[in-house]
Each structure stands twice: as C-alpha cells, then as structure tokens.
C-alpha cells in the first residue's frame, strides 16, 4: 500500500459540494468513481475537510490509499485521474506520502479567498464565481473590518450549526487563530479579493465573516459593533452570510 | 426613434456564436428575444461583426433603433436587458448615438486577445476560456512570431473561406493592417495572453494567425517560413487555426 497526497482544484458550480451524498454529483463522488474506473473497484479518500455547494477549490488536498498491486507514479496517477474527470475538476499535483500522514488531521492552517465584484454589472466570466455587490462597499472599511478578525478569538457567532455540534461543548471548542487577512483590489477597483489565513475554519465561518465585514463596509454596522461579535458570545450568531460562490479554498498547508 | 449604441460581454461557451440563425441559441438571438420581451414586438440589431461559436467576448458593441413609443434612457435600457438575459450574457453599457452611426460600418479598429495556457494542468477556471498548450511552448520565439504580423499585409493565407468571398477579389480584398501586438505573461508564466489590434479582422483570422505563430513556438515553423507566408500568395492557406476558446474581442475603436 502506499499513501498519496493529492492537490485538486475545482469550480464548485456543477456540484453539490465536496462530501459524499446519497445520488451523488458531489466532487468526492466523482473522485471517487474516477478510483474506481482506473482500479476497477472502489476506493475512500480523505480531504482536508469539505466545502459546500458552490464553493470553489484552487487546491483543495486529499489522501488516499493506493493497494499493492496497483502502483503508479503520482505523476501517472495525476494523468490517468485528470484523464477520468471533467474539465470542472482537475488533479493539480500528486506525491507519495508516509502511511501516517493525514490530509485532514496534519492540516497546520489553510487559506481561504473570497471575491466581491462592486462593478455596476457582473461580468459574464465571473458569473458564479463572485460575490456581486454594486452597491456602496467601501473597501477601506472592509479593510478595517477583516483586521478586527485577526488573531485568536471565540468565533461561535460565526459558526454556523452543523448536527456534529455539541451541546456542551468545550471551553476551546470555537477557538481559533487568524493569523492574518489581507484585501487587494484587481480590475481597476471593481474585484475585491479577500483573503483569510487561520489555523482552521469552522463550517460557514469565511461566509459569516465576510458577509458580517460586509455590513461594515456598507455602513450597517460599526466597527465597534464587529468588535463586541467576538466578545459578546451569548448573542446570536450573525444573520449575514456570503454566498458560496465568492468563495474559493485556496490551499491547505502541512508542515 | 433613437439608435442607442450597445456594449456587450458574453462567456461564447453555451451559444452557438454571435450571428442570428435558425434553431436560436446565439447571442443576437437571445439579444433580440430581450428586446423583444420588453418591446412586445420584433427589433433587429446590428453588430460590429460576428464572433464564432465558443469565442468569447469583453466588449462587441452593437446598435439597437428604439421605437419612438419606447423610449428609455440607455441606463434603463441596459437594466431592462440584463434582466432578461441569462448571466452569460450582460449589457455592459449604453450610449445614444446619432441615426446615422452604425456598429459595424463605423468601427476603426477592433482588439482580440486571445489566452493560451502553458501549464501542466488546465486550472477548472480557465476550461473553456484558454487553449491548453504545455508542451513546448517558447514565449520569446510567439512574441517574435507576432511581429512578422505587424503593419499592412495581405493575409488571405489566414483567412478562411466563407460563402460570401467573391470568386475574384479586388486587390485589396485580402489587405489589413495590424497596429501592433502585444504577449503578456501572468500566473508566474504559465498564461500567456496574445493581444492584436488591427483596422479588421478577416473570418477566424486572429485563430489562424494565433495557430501558425504557435507553430513557430513549438519549433515547427521558422520566423522566415512565417515572413513568406504573407509574401507567396499562391500558396495555401495555413493549416493551424487556433481553437475558439482562447479568443476574446475585447475592444471595438469608434472615434
């Protein structure tokens, strides 16, 4: 047996998210069946976690585990899997790995972008791959609002529920770290592209934040007002949450 | 009546190309169903010039005559349309222009840039919208391939037939000039994006002037066998068309 770590990008539109579901048409599926067409039997993998419906990968990272008798070299199983796939999902890079090493669990951190088109028209090519908002976002209180997120904070208002969630959860249980956000503005000011890297994302939680840095930026919610979201955390989660289409995993990082 | 002057983008991969024909599915065609959808009543439009199925574009311009009975301004016009488009296909902008401008008759120029990507893998985001080349590709040897273009020629050897062609042209039937022409090289080299700016375009010209320089790219063709190909015109045209995908007309020039 060996392990490989496979690097894969996808353009989420077509599909029903990463996880496999009854019926299919999500992307581990079609991964999955692209195993089972080159091994002639089936095949699990594991990523470094899932993204929803909509939601884009420019290298979403997963591990499997090739039996004995059916060795390749990565760099063959990259072309006989890409050979077996859509267009909409591709196989980027592929390496062997120990037998130990886990996509999901030796994740130290990931790196999330997320694209806000403020042009008084969405271009076809960013159709279902931006966030259209035309009207009145100011990108330097966006700017302050992405820097109020940084560092270690109790993000449970910008989680949303999900059925794994306990009910008395640990102390720690919504702690995570961001180490840093940055926004760069591409086309003559019209794309904002926002980044976020933190050692994990909860589920919806770049959504949730985006969307909440959003009222900011539209004048809805003060600086101030974000702050207390961090602190104040017997108050509901936020109400505003990103479309998934802006949004695209942008790598996942190991040691 | 006003003649209203429209700037339009669309992704060319659902539609059948630009120009109106039986069954529908091209641009002019589902343009006119908008126009039609908010006139109640048929309305012809008239474009720069035709793109062919699966070629994209940032800006063609076309011309619209609005009844007298139905005037709007050219912002509500644009609205109007963009409602009733699907989101491969937006008005960008709109301008009133005097009865006797026309779209095509009164264009001076027009800019094609065409994408070609060199990586090892086609990104899901470029599928359909680049001409996946990774194999042996010299950048240095496509820019001065397209220099040879560069000034007034005879291109009939990159020019495709097409049923309107006179069975004996006047001499000046084939004569175009290209002002200039540009390479850009993004994401770290591996795109690479061909820009041509001429007084016209013959029929898939820019494919065919983007397929013989990428002979010349890959070693195949000489600078000086590419030279003669717009000196010995007895000879064939070129066999190397690029594919549709890779090409945007991305500027049509009014004065």
């Known amino acids: 047996m060996s392990r490989i770590l496979f690097t894969c990008a996808y353009d989420g539109t077509p599909w029903h998210g990463w996880q496999s579901q009854a019926g299919g048409e999500t992307v581990q599926d079609v991964l999955e069946g692209a195993f089972c067409a080159i091994l002639r039997g089936p095949l699990r993998i594991a990523a470094s976690g899932r993204t929803d419906a909509g939601v884009h990968a ?3 990272c997963f591990h499997a585990d090739i039996p004995e008798g059916c060795r390749m070299s ?7 899997l890409n050979a ?10 592929a390496r062997e790995v120990p037998a ?14 997320y694209l806000i088109c403020t042009a008084p028209v969405l271009s076809p090519f960013l159709a279902g791959r931006a966030w259209h908002r035309p009207l009145g976002v100011d990108a330097g209180a966006l700017r302050r609002a992405l820097t109020v997120y940084e560092g270690e904070h109790d993000f449970r208002r910008f989680a949303a529920r999900r059925g794994n969630e ?8 919504y702690l995570r770290t961001i180490y840093g ?3 760069a503005a591409e086309q003559g000011g019209d794309l904002l592209r926002l980044r976020f890297h933190g050692n994990g994302f909860m589920y919806r939680m770049v959504r949730m934040l985006v969307g909440t840095a959003h009222q900011v930026a539209i004048g809805k919610l003060t600086i101030e ?9 017997q108050k509901p989660k936020t109400r505003h949450c990103a479309p998934p289409e802006g949004l695209y995993l942008q790598r996942v990082i190991y040691d």
């Open 84 to 93: 077996h796939l859509p267009a909409s999902i591709r196989i980027m890079q």
């Open 225 to 233: 007002q974000l702050g207390s979201m961090l602190t104040d955390l």
């Open 58 to 60: 420019v290298a979403q």
């Open 181 to 183: 956000t940055e926004i």
């Open 166 to 173: 306990p009910e008395h959860p640990p102390a720690d249980f």
């Open 100 to 113: 130990d090493f886990h996509a999901r669990f030796d994740a130290r951190g990931k790196v999330y972008e």
């Open 74 to 80: 990565p760099e063959n199983w990259r072309a006989a």
